[in-house]
């Protein structure tokens, strides 16, 4: 059985382990996503697209993750996590190694 990609998937720069998802939708934005996007930016010295050096993590922004009742979101590889503040994402990002 073969199995499909997503276009998304394929990448000639390096990926991380993790792929960090910041939400910039509407309702997320309006909740301060741009303040969970700029610590991010700020702790990791990275913007998105690039990757961590030690390939931990990469980082991405999208338009809308369709959670919007949870606003702000963020999704780290597949996991959704609602009403994210910029202190917190030091505890959830520690489980992710």
Known sequence: MHQM???EE???VPKGRHLIKVCLGT???VRGSKNILKRLTDDFD???GQ???DRRFSLETVR???ACGLAPA???????HGGVRPNKL???LAKYE
């Open 5 to 7: 990609k997503n276009l």
């Open 51 to 53: 990757t961590t050096p």
């Open 46 to 48: 990275l913007e998105p």
């Open 74 to 80: 963020v999704v780290v590889d597949a996991d959704t």
């Open 90 to 92: 030091g505890d959830i």
């Open 64 to 66: 809308c993750l369709g």
């Open 10 to 12: 394929f990448s000639i």
């Open 27 to 29: 309702a997320c934005y």
